[in-house]
């Protein structure tokens, strides 16, 4: 009896699955032995070493997967130090590492940071949110199942750019499976995620190394359990609609439990939870330099500019101010703060101030356009309320034209891009050299270390009203992080305002409020 020769295959973890998927076939293992070899990425340096001196000259096949020299620091891991097990006669067949974006282009390696423990690739969708400061896992799972997230062309376009992708990387490999992989991608999800073939792709591989060794392919072969099923993650609807289009059933696409690499298996919300927490776990700075980068790559680009759309639409944003929103959350603030707490309580200040405007000041102020400066406005979105309202073109009574203000240069790029149609200056107002009819003060005073002097600056660049509006009388024993005063009657009393109203607000908790005119009109 002729004794069998031996092989292995070498790689990452593809390769023990892409010897399991040889030997299937009769013909193979009644001519190979196989010699064991951990897969590249998780045999040490002593243990790969002593391997190559045990098996020196032994081998009369080796199945490589391509990798660039000294891809782990040393040239222990080269294929051509591997390769040293070969007999003068053995024979070296290299395969490409064989992932495919185009199955699910929304699936990538990062970057910039390590590979999550959950999987070793990063979703783009919880990237994208992540990176912009949003955490919501449900909003994740709502985005992954919009069908017209990728559009046909898009789908096509990531298909077409893998299929290259694949050609270029084993262009001069003895083993090619590029073309017949892209259109077995186009006829099934050959693919549990982007870079775990199924045992569909996985046999193209193996019957171009079958047809290198002269050994026939056994048509009858099929194998019953996957050999690469570690994680499967459900394809995105676009996706699945694409597939539809091509003619695969649906039951053939995957879709439902999400299960990852530690073996668990989670529902789609589940599996962002996770995603969103790994990624959060990098910082702020990280996740947008990682989308940057993600961003200039020919495939993700597309994704991510396809789940920004969907996020401003969501939130009705222009994706000006969502990239704003992303460098604020770098800088610590979320955007659960700035879109639900801070932007609405200014816009709720702004409210309570447009009620003295109209029971105080319409009176006084009938005909024209004011001049309104908003001081103190930090994102500006109580500005915004104000011109909107009062716009040359609307039925108001009164017109204003407003300039927002703030000496903290934080909000300025995101006043700009979200109210463009509002003047916002970032400087010192009373070195400004201007004046406004109105001057608003919407709870600043209480910030500042001395607010009578302050007031009397407000009067001087004020042509016709200052109107304040404070924290009434708050606790001195609990006053809140920056505010330096608790104002109550005697800052009222020295204000000595034309009229003044005491209040229970509905966006203050705290205390009472309070708003008091000034009058300065000569």
Known sequence: MTAKQRFTVYGNCQASALAGQLLSHPGFAARYEYVAL?????VSEDTITRWVVDNKDQLDLLVAQHLNPGWRGSPAWDVATVAR????????????????????????????????KHCDYIDLISLTLAAHGFTDAQVCAAIHEEENLLQPDEVDAAMDLAEAELARREAGLEVQASRQIGELCRT???????????NAALDLVAQAVLTATGVA???SVGLTTELLHTVHVPLPASLRAAYRRWGVGAAAL??????????????????????????????????????????????????????????????????AVLTEIGRLNSAGISPDFLLTKADPQAVGFMVDLLGVVRQML?????????????LGAKSG????????????????KLKFGITCADIDPTFVDYCRAKHPHVEYLNADVFQAGRQWDIVLCSHV????PNPIDFVRRLRLIARQYVVLAFPYVEDPAKLIQGHVHSLGHDFLRALAPSRYEIYDGMFWSQSLCCIAVIDVRP
């Open 381 to 396: 979105a109580g500005s915004e309320l104000m011109g909107y309202l009062g716009q040359s073109a609307s039925f108001s």
């Open 445 to 448: 005073v209480e910030h500042v």
């Open 362 to 374: 319409l009176p006084r102020l009938t005909g024209g356009a004011f001049s309104v400066l908003d």
């Open 188 to 198: 099934l999800p050959a693919f549990h995620t982007f870079n775990h073939p199924s």
């Open 217 to 219: 392919r056994d048509s």
């Open 38 to 42: 951990e897969p590249c990425f998780l």
């Open 254 to 319: 995957p879709h439902g439990m999400v299960r990852l690499e530690r073996g668990e298996q989670v529902d789609l919300p589940g599996y962002f939870t996770i995603a969103l927490a790994s990624l959060a776990a990098q910082g702020p700075q990280a996740l947008l330099q990682e989308l940057a980068l993600q961003k200039q790559d020919r495939v993700s680009g597309v994704v991510i500019r396809a789940i920004e759309r969907s996020l401003c639409n969501r939130l009705a944003l222009s994706p």
């Open 85 to 116: 097990s070969l007999r003068t006669s053995g024979r070296l067949l290299r395969y490409a590492d064989i992932y495919f974006r185009g199955v699910n282009p929304a699936l990538v390696y990062p970057k910039t940071f390590a590979r999550p």
